[in-house]
């Protein structure tokens, strides 16, 4: 049986809840939230390993971002594009683009060869992401190192009060990783369901979501497309589907975004009891 990545088990099959109605959310419906919308107009950041700006799985969408670089203590932002050091940031943006296809990526690279960086980089790029007032900005990496946790907290919260939605992947092992353990954040995990659309809620967070993660095919180096798992693959998602959310109704809240995702996930408009008590779920 293949291991599951850490967080993503309350969307196994067998162990998968079906929380109480609340019925005027239950009024709120998919084609409500985001029908007909392709993201136009809406800026994704991806805070990640670059992304190939040519892959054609992208479109040409995207449209700038910054290279964080730290040398001898002192980080520096470099603006010349630039390219995917390891193809997960790629992946990412494909993920979100195929579900979005109209909105902007930019590309905050902070990632390298190795998937690895500093601390100091992941929060100077997601500071950048701010600052520039992105829409929606894409966090498949976290830190578990105490030291980030205050910073990274500040600046979650910074986010959240300036109308920016941070959608986090869970760690993949289970250690609590940050910002994906703060409550100002969207925090994702994977099922298996191949169908992109479908998300779960998770009445017991820290994990509030869980998305398709588990052999996903996405863009990867050099043109090409690979099959992944794990949770950094679930996140890009929900990103895609809050640039939707985002782009039908640009004066939403994070808050609110949260709550209409809760109110149209999978197991909250199917719940067996539904049919016996009559309900009617769009």
Known sequence: MMMRPAWSQEFAPDALRYPDPVPVLDQITPDWAWGGSTGKGVRVG?????????????????????????????????????????????????????????????????????????????????????????????????????????????LADLAYFRNIVLVTAANNFPQPSFPSMYASVISVACHEVKDPMRFYYNPTPPVDFGAYGIDVQVPWLGGGTISTTGNSFAAPHITGIVALIRAKHPGLTPFQIKTILRATAWNMRHRPEAAIAGDTIA
């Open 46 to 154: 991806v805070v990640d390993s670059g992304i190939d700006a040519e892959h054609p799985a992208l479109g040409g969408m995207v449209r700038g971002g910054v290279a964080v670089v730290e040398q001898e203590g002192q980080v520096h932002f470099d603006e010349a594009p630039h390219g995917d050091s390891f193809g997960h940031g790629t992946a990412c943006a494909g993920i979100i683009h195929s579900l979005a296809p109209e909105a902007e990526l930019y590309s905050i690279k902070v990632l390298g060869a190795t998937l690895s960086g500093t601390g100091n980089m992941f929060v100077a790029g997601l500071r950048w992401a701010i600052e520039q007032r992105l829409d929606v900005v894409n966090l498949s990496l976290g830190t578990t190192k105490r030291e980030f946790f205050a910073v990274l907290h500040e």
